[in-house]
């Protein structure tokens, strides 16, 4: 499948050697995709990089890996006709380090990032998943109690998420995946990041993740 991820950063880069070691056909957006030469080199033939909107163009479905202050400009660069009827999959958590460490939410409370998405590109079918965990466990959650802790999904489009449930089943090996609902839903997960930072001070590690227990 092609899969055309939005970003450079490391989870683009992540997620990008992981589905392109699985077969699938890769390509990263970037403003300067001359900066991913060396990851390109690592990884392979099956990946490759462009601009924002050729990674969209190339793309079955798009990920969304970009900061989240510069995910609306990225997505706009991508191009609605690229987004248009495709699971568009939002990764991307609205931080704001304008002040410093740790960083405030630009976006909560009674909107989110991936509501603004949906609104801005109301034909893509977007699917807030992955963003409460760090990059390497998206790709790999048996690394940290077989498996056994929590994803959450949110979406408005019901088949666009049992796709991605069934893909990050596929693709990943995860089976915990709750979903919480519509896309409002995505307030949830992106709130859940002033606690995910501080979790990492208090641990000294990202390598942790939320289990759900219930009775
Ligand atoms: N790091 C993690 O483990 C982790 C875990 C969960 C969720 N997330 C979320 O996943 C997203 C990616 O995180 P990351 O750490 O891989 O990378 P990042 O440093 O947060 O973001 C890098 C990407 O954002 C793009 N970007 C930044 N400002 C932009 C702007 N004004 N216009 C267009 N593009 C812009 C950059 O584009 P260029 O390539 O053009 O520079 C680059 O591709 C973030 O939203 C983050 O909160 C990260």
Redo the contacts with the bound molecule.
């Keep these: 499948m092609n899969i055309g991820i939005?970003?450079?950063?490391?989870?683009?880069?992540?997620l990008g050697a992981k589905l392109a070691s699985l077969g699938q056909s890769v390509m990263l957006?970037?403003?300067?995709?001359g900066?991913l030469a060396e990851w390109l080199a690592e990884v392979g033939e099956a990946a490759r990089a462009g601009s924002?909107a050729e990674a969209a163009a190339h793309a079955e479905v798009v990920i969304?890996?970009?900061?989240?202050?510069?995910?609306l400009?990225?997505l706009a660069?991508a191009g609605a006709g690229s987004l248009s009827g495709k699971i568009l999959l939002d990764?991307?958590?609205?931080?704001d380090f304008s002040q410093g460490f740790p960083p405030s939410l630009s976006v909560a409370n009674t909107d989110s990032l991936g509501e603004q998405i949906q609104r801005a590109y109301p034909a893509a079918r977007v699917v807030k998943t992955?963003?409460?965990?760090?990059?390497?466990l998206?790709v790999d959650p048996r690394q940290l109690a077989g498996g056994d802790h929590h994803l959450f999904l949110s979406g408005n489009d019901a088949e666009a998420k049992a796709q991605v449930r069934a893909w990050l089943g596929e693709w990943f090996g995860w089976e915990q995946i709750i979903d919480l609902g519509d896309i409002t839903t995505a307030r949830g997960t992106e709130m859940l990041?002033p606690i995910w930072v501080r979790l990492m001070g208090a641990l000294g590690t990202?390598k942790f993740n939320f289990k759900i227990v219930q009775g």
């Design positions: 939005l970003g450079s950063g490391v989870v683009a880069k992540t957006g970037s403003r300067d995709p900066k924002f969304n890996a970009t900061a989240g202050l510069g995910s400009e990225a660069a990764i991307a958590n609205p931080l992955l963003n409460t965990l760090t990059a390497s998206m990041l990202p």
